[in-house]
């Protein structure tokens, strides 16, 4: 079992920056692909990025690719996402996710709201 618990999320002015943060517990994080997505109300949950077990081959989505980083620290048993040149488009309500097997995300963290003032 893995449990996940995003933090960092906030209210920001456009063209700001955040960094949330998802720290995991359970099983060995390090093995996991790991994973955010963002959902806003009225709009299907959008996938954002993943990063592998490794951290040398993140991968994006084209709405935020140059703006949003993922990074992780197997040690710390914790992944970030890095956010900049925030836009109220933005807004939503942020997940992570984890996987121990291609194409199924195995386990969710409960969301971090994310609020883009204009």
């Known amino acids: 079992q893995v449990q996940l618990v995003e933090s960092g999320g906030g209210l920001v002015q456009a063209g700001g920056s955040l960094r949330l943060s998802c720290a995991a517990s359970?099983?060995?994080?390090?093995?996991?692909?790991m994973a955010w997505f963002r959902q806003a109300p009225g709009k299907e949950r959008e996938f954002l990025g993943r990063?592998?077990?490794?951290?040398?081959?993140?991968y994006y989505g084209e709405s935020v690719k140059g703006r949003f980083t993922i990074s992780r620290d197997n040690a710390k048993n914790t992944v970030y996402l890095q956010m900049n040149s925030l836009e109220p488009e933005d807004t939503g309500v942020y997940y992570c996710a984890a996987s121990a097997g291609r194409g199924v995300w195995n386990y969710w963290g409960q969301g971090s709201q994310v609020t883009v003032s204009s």
């Open positions: 359970g099983r060995t994080f390090s093995t996991y692909t």
């Open positions: 990063i592998s077990w490794s951290g040398a081959s993140p």
